[in-house]
Structure formats: structure tokens, C-alpha cells
């Protein structure tokens, strides 16, 4: 866990979150699915204030098709860290497949986001395929961002395997059911030594912040923006709430008490 900061003022570049060596001012990180088209897509991270953005190599043009428009042209990867999932993989072969063409058509690029999903219904993550597919990815050269379950024992063994960040789930992809068991996030950012990042589940702002006063380092979300009723304007409550949570933790809440306390003192007061 962070060390509570003596000036809640964080300033952004001060308290910047770290991956794989890389220093990011942004906490919110943002897919690039869903969106009604790419300039609405453009539109959304732009206003999230996200500097890296999740891409399902199955389902994006990065490229790939030249007769088509390119993600990377309204998002252009010289601004931006793109991060190629395996989004829509089920095994641990279709996964590393994914991977490897991504590294390729991003000449080289070996940061991503797994996942290996065991259920299409609630599209939660097949942990045994998952970790296949992650110690084949880093004796590969990959770094890894894995997504998994809120287990604190399994986060811990993709750490020791090698990945440079865990993202547990809050609730199914695409819920928006927000964090439904916080204590194990707690447990998992408590013992990890790598960035803890909240991934699927989250619905709205306060589920961000929620995440963020959690002490997770990050927080990454796709649908929360995209099938929001204005997701420009939903990409900017969410900035805002994470980087409000962020300030939050660091700055220690108060202690839950069972009985009320007087905001102002008692003794001294000119009236009995």
C-alpha cells in the first residue's frame, strides 16, 4: 500500500502511476469498444484524460484491413499506449496467438491485457487457462496486465510469475454492478508489490472513486463510458472520480464510528 501523503495536493506528475517502468499521470485507463464510431471514440478518451487505451485485436482495425478506418488514426499510438487485449479468447493457444499479433502489427509492442474467459454468460476469467497463457506470454518477452477474479491467492501467483500488473474484477464485464466485494480487493492490494488496477464491473463515477479509496493503483473501464447515455460526458465524470478517490486515500479517512461526535468542541463555550 501507498504510503499516506503528509500534502493531500497530489499533484498528478508527483504521484504518477507506474508500469513496467513507465510513468503515467493518468490513473483511468479506457477500452476503445462500444462507441457509437471512432470519432465518438476519439471524443471519450480525449475527455477520460487516459494516455493508455485497451484495443481488442480481434475486433479493431489497427491496421490490419488497410481498406478500412484505422483506430490509429484517431488515436495515434505516438500520443497514446495502446494496450492489445485477447478479449474474446477462451483458451490459453487463442490467447497467446492474439498476443504475438499484436506484437507484430505494433512493431514490437509487448505491453498487454489478458484474458482467457471460462463462461460467455458472465464472461468471468478461466483462471487455469489464464495462467497458462501468462507464463507462456512472460518467458515470451511480454509484459503482462492480467485480468482475473477477486482472489487474493491467485493475484499473488500472477505476481510471482512475472506480470507487471493484476486487475481483478469488481463485477462481470460489462455489468456496471460496481465493486461487490471490496474486502478482497483490500486483501489483494494489501500484499501486492505490483500495480493493482480494478478491471470490468465498474457502472459509474462513484464505483471509480469507490476503487481508488480501495487503494488500487488504477482503474480500467470500457462499457461504464460507452453505453452511458452521453459517454464524452461520462468519460469526464470518470476522470474526475478517479483522481478524487486517488486524492482520498491518500489522504486517510476518518475512522468509522458507531456513535455520533460534535463537529465543533463543547468545552469553552460562553453558554453552559
Do not use: W
Not at 7 to 26: E, N
Not at 93 to 99: F, G, H, K, Y
Not at 131 to 144: H, M, N, R, T, W
Amino acid at each position: 500500500m501507498a504510503a499516506i501523503a503528509s500534502d493531500v495536493s497530489v499533484r498528478a506528475d508527483g504521484d504518477p502511476l507506474i508500469i513496467a517502468g513507465v510513468r503515467y499521470r493518468s490513473r483511468l485507463l479506457v477500452g476503445t469498444g462500444k462507441y457509437r464510431d471512432l470519432e465518438e471514440t476519439r471524443r471519450a478518451v480525449e475527455a477520460s484524460g487516459a494516455e493508455i487505451v485497451t484495443v481488442a485485436i480481434r475486433r479493431t482495425n489497427i491496421g490490419q484491413n488497410p481498406k478500412e478506418p484505422s483506430l490509429t488514426d484517431m488515436l495515434p499510438p505516438t500520443r497514446y499506449t495502446y494496450l492489445p487485449n485477447t478479449a474474446g479468447c477462451y483458451t490459453a493457444e487463442d490467447a497467446v496467438r492474439t498476443c504475438r499479433l499484436a506484437r507484430e502489427l505494433l512493431n514490437g509492442h509487448d505491453l498487454v491485457k489478458l484474458e482467457v474467459l471460462g463462461d460467455e454468460k458472465t464472461l468471468y476469467p478461466d483462471v487455469p487457462q489464464t495462467l497458462e497463457a501468462a507464463q507462456i506470454l512472460v518467458k515470451d518477452g511480454f509484459k503482462v496486465m492480467v485480468y482475473t477474479n477477486d482472489d487474493p491467492i491467485m493475484a499473488r501467483r500472477f505476481e510471482e510469475l512475472g506480470c507487471v500488473a493484476v486487475m481483478p474484477l469488481a463485477a462481470p464485464i460489462g455489468s456496471g454492478l460496481g465493486i461487490r466485494n471490496p474486502y478482497n480487493i483490500r486483501f489483494i492490494v494489501e500484499a501486492a508489490k505490483v500495480p493493482i488496477l480494478v478491471d470490468a464491473g465498474v457502472g459509474t463515477a462513484s464505483d471509480a472513486a469507490i476503487a481508488m479509496e480501495l487503494g488500487c493503483d488504477g482503474v480500467l473501464m470500457n462499457t461504464a463510458i460507452a453505453a452511458a447515455q452521453n459517454p464524452v460526458a461520462m468519460a469526464g465524470a470518470m476522470k474526475k472520480a478517479v483522481e478524487a478517490g486517488r486524492e482520498a486515500y491518500l489522504a486517510g479517512r476518518m475512522p468509522r464510528k458507531q456513535y455520533g461526535s460534535p463537529s465543533s468542541p463543547v468545552g469553552g463555550t460562553f453558554f453552559p
